[in-house]
T-cell receptor, first 114, second 113 residues
Framework: NAGVMQNPRHLVRRRGQEARLRCSPM?????VYWYRQLPEEGLKFMVY????????ESGMPKERFSAEFPKEGPSILRIQQVVRGDSAAYFC????????????FGQGTRLTVV | QQQVKQSPQSLIVQKGGISIINCAYE??????FPWYQQFPGKGPALLIA?????SEKKEGRFTISFNKSAKQFSLHIMDSQPGDSATYFC????????????FGTGTKLQVIP
């Protein structure tokens, strides 16, 4: 899963600041998924994107969170006006196709809100 | 209905022993059941996956057993090794769609020498 690159690996933000998390999918992959992992919990689906399209954002909080996957460049998960409850590990996964093809996970970005 | 329940939360097994982790689901639309292994500071990595058309799948020391009528599936790690110490997540999804899966809460496995 080293092929999916996430940065930064660790991010510290003060309450009220913005957090930008980046995900570069594996080469040849055009589908990106974002998951959030709270301490001692499993990963929870947030959003699924294809190039320039949000396909499924059913797991995204209604406010302050947004995601994009532009034609060029990495996918971005943006959290505005962060609060302490946003502290978590955010994982990105990518896949080349829909359906039965495995999605590969990156190493995650650990966001700490102080 | 979207939940996947996983137990135990933690597990200590002696080297050479069998590690068993159990999961149960409610949504009968799920037809893809992967298991992920996660080491500290790393992302989850797919370990093995099963579909409901088979009741068991084995890959090396790892075996998934699947009981469709009970809506349960389990992971068995035979001859457990210290290098297997990690957190294991079961998950469930719907094949033919995209890779959106619902994860269990995880089992932290420690294999002691």
């Amino acid at each position: 899963n080293a092929g999916v690159m996430q940065n930064p690996r660790h991010l510290v933000r003060r309450r009220g600041q913005e957090a930008r998390l980046r995900c570069s999918p594996m080469k040849g992959h055009s589908h990106v998924y974002w998951y959030r992992q709270l301490p001692e919990e499993g990963l929870k689906f947030m959003v699924y994107l294809q190039k320039e399209n949000i396909i499924d954002e059913s797991g995204m909080p209604k406010e302050r969170f947004s995601a994009e996957f532009p034609k060029e460049g990495p996918s971005i998960l943006r959290i505005q006006q962060v609060v302490r409850g946003d502290s978590a590990a955010y994982f990105c996964a990518s896949s080349p196709l829909t359906g039965d093809t495995e999605a590969f996970f990156g190493q995650g970005t650990r966001l700490t809100v102080v | 209905q979207q939940q996947v329940k996983q137990s135990p939360q933690s597990l200590i097994v002696q080297k050479g022993g069998i590690s068993i982790i159990n999961c149960a689901y409610e949504n009968t639309a799920f037809d893809y059941f992967p298991w992920y292994q996660q080491f500290p500071g790393k992302g989850p990595a797919l370990l093995i996956a099963i579909r409901p058309d088979v009741s068991e799948k084995k890959e090396g020391r790892f075996t998934i057993s699947f009981n469709k009528s009970a809506k349960q599936f389990s992971l068995h790690i035979m001859d457990s090794q210290p290098g297997d110490s990690a957190t294991y997540f079961c998950a469930a999804g719907i094949s033919g769609g995209y890779q959106k899966v619902t994860f269990g809460t995880g089992t932290k496995l420690q294999v002691i020498p």
